[in-house]
């Protein structure tokens, strides 16, 4: 839930109004509390003027590259409903997320790699449903890579020769394929042959992947890397480069701790500090490489912050409105749609609600999102 507010939605009327009591009723009913001003300075950026706070200056010159989307509203201000709703569309019941249904329509680049990676996956607020492939076969399930090393658990089988696993491995399968002859039909049993297939093929690709050190100096340190702020994040944004480049067809980054409901000023500059020179760097050599024309980076949280105080030096939930940015990808940039209204607690123009955001995600990949869907017991879902 990182504050839009204090990132990408400027309200000089927030800022007037600083310490007055929030009225009630209307769009503000169920709320309390003083106005709280943003603690930095706002400034526009780019050709079209974008208001971007000075906590992210590395990534306002890339402004022209945004598309900021200032009206964003999802159901309820709550992190697991929003965060499982952000990434699979429905919080009640148990759906493929994004990244899943994304691979599945697409099919991956690389034979030798996931199709649907995540760096650093948060555990919380449904865990591996954000990233599974529920009724979808498995093969489309991410692949979850925790902390900034890089490295995947178990990769390297050092008790056996890489010809010893190939022949026992073409004995497995060989009693899968039998199995599957006899069933003619059985997608738990498909993915688990293309699983183990992947598997073996990843113990080569991923070690040469994975190191960030095979970069040049230069390089490391455009994304932060060696440095303590932004090593971490920088690694992230490093290897999503290095995966896209490999055919890696689904990306997600994490960066958690912006749940500031005190502490808002110390929070949002450590955070935005540990984002902002990776973010940028990742945007600048994307183009550099001229990948960013098809490949697209989208930001955002689960919801968005109050413009009420919490606890003198912080800001609760919104979900009323927020704000989420794309750039590549066939986004046309240095431009803003939507808007919340003065104070920047809900959206009233251009609002796109979270399955909206999953619809244009969709149709910018070349997929229509009526179109794609999956027969499961009886049923198209989509």
């Not at 009323?320 to 919340?340: D, F, I, P, S």
Request: proline share 4%; hydrophobic share 35%; with cysteine.
């Amino acid at each position: 839930g990182p504050s839009h507010l204090d990132t990408f939605d400027y309200k000089p009327k927030l800022q007037a109004d600083a310490g007055q009591e929030i009225k009630q009723g209307n769009q503000y009913q169920g709320t309390g509390g003083k106005l709280l001003r943003s603690p930095w300075e706002f400034a526009q950026h780019g050709q079209n003027g974008l208001w971007i706070s000075e906590l992210l200056p590395n990534l306002a010159k890339h402004a022209d590259k945004l598309c900021l989307m200032n009206g964003m509203h999802t159901d309820l201000p709550s992190h697991p409903h929003s965060f499982v709703k952000m990434h699979t569309g429905n919080s009640q019941f148990v759906r493929p997320s994004l990244g899943a249904w994304t691979l599945y329509g697409l099919g991956t680049e690389s034979e030798n790699l996931p199709g649907f990676i995540v760096l650093n996956p948060s555990s919380g607020n449904g865990g591996a449903q954000n990233y599974g492939s529920a009724f979808l076969p498995a093969i489309y399930q991410a692949t979850p890579i925790s902390g900034s090393s890089g490295q995947i658990s178990n990769i390297a089988n050092r008790r056996m020769s890489r010809e010893r696993q190939r022949m026992q491995l073409d004995l497995i399968q060989g009693l899968n394929q039998g199995r599957l002859k006899q069933k003619q039909v059985d997608p738990n049993l498909e993915s688990v042959i293309d699983s183990f297939e992947l598997a073996f093929k990843m113990q080569t690709e991923v070690p040469q992947l994975m190191n960030v050190y095979k970069e040049s100096s230069s390089v490391r340190r455009a994304y932060g890397i060696g440095s303590r702020s932004t090593d971490s994040f920088g690694k992230q944004c490093l290897l999503a480069r290095r995966m896209a480049e490999a055919g890696v067809r689904f990306i997600e980054l994490n960066s958690g701790g912006w749940d500031h409901h005190r502490g808002l000023k110390s929070g949002m500059e450590r955070n935005c500090r540990a984002i902002d020179k990776p973010i940028a760097a990742l945007l600048a050599d994307l183009e550099k490489r001229d990948m960013l024309k098809d490949t697209l980076v989208m930001w955002g949280g689960e919801f968005g912050r109050t413009p009420h105080g919490e606890s003198d030096d912080g800001r609760d939930h919104n979900n009323r409105g927020y704000t989420m940015w794309m750039a590549g990808g066939g986004v046309k940039g240095g431009m803003r749609y939507g808007q919340t209204d003065e104070y920047g607690f809900a959206a009233i123009d251009g609002r796109m609600h979270i399955h909206d955001w999953h619809a244009t995600v969709l149709h910018l990949l070349g997929l229509n999102h009526k179109k794609l869907t999956f027969n499961y017991s009886g049923r198209d879902f989509r």
